[in-house]
């Protein structure tokens, strides 16, 4: 092994109870994740009810926001949560064999104000950035956590379009005070 300095190894030690990681011919993706499909597929069916009330919660918001802005981000929010469902769905039965079935049940509670749905929905993003985390640890190769990983940034993206209406409303606010 090639050293940087005596006694210095390049490539990094690893502790004993994970010996020889990538052994020749081995790929990484085969590596055990401390999460288990299981874990992972049972959250995949909460995710997918998850992103139907978003989707329902999200069109209530763009019908009460105050301006065409806050309209047009909200809706391309509703429409990654939709494409949210359609990748949940595929990996689901792409790894069972079985599609999930929708209960058709999915409802959501009215915000008290637009702006207190917006503060709901941001702090409903992270926590749902939570979750998927979880999922995305459970599943067995890259093909699939890759999927995970755009819905994770997305919610990312999401939180951050939130705080941007926040901000807004916060201006408007200002402006409306100083006139």
């Known amino acids: 092994m090639y050293r940087i300095m005596p ?20 790929m990484r993706d085969q590596i055990p994740s401390y999460k288990s499909l299981q874990e992972a597929l049972e959250l995949i069916k909460q995710a997918v009810s998850g992103e139907r009330e ?21 809706a391309s929010i509703r429409e990654d949560e939709r494409k949210h469902n359609r990748m949940f769905r595929k990996i689901y039965k792409d790894l069972t064999g079985q599609t999930i079935q929708a209960d058709g049940g999915e409802s959501f509670e009215k915000p008290k104000s637009y ?39 997305d919610e990312l993206k999401h939180a951050d379009k939130y705080n941007y209406i926040l901000n807004l409303d916060l201006r408007r606010m200002i402006k409306h005070a100083h006139e």
């Open 7 to 26: 006694g210095m190894p390049l490539l990094p030690h690893f502790p004993e109870h994970m010996p020889n990681l990538y052994p020749y011919g081995q």
């Open 54 to 74: 978003d989707e329902l919660f999200y069109s209530y918001l763009i019908s009460i926001a105050p301006s065409a802005e806050d309209k047009t981000i909200i």
């Open 115 to 153: 702006i207190d749905g917006v503060r709901r929905a941001l702090f409903g993003e992270l926590a749902a950035m939570e979750r998927y985390r979880d999922i995305r640890a459970g599943l067995p190769n890259r093909y699939y956590r890759d999927m995970v990983f755009e819905i994770l940034t």
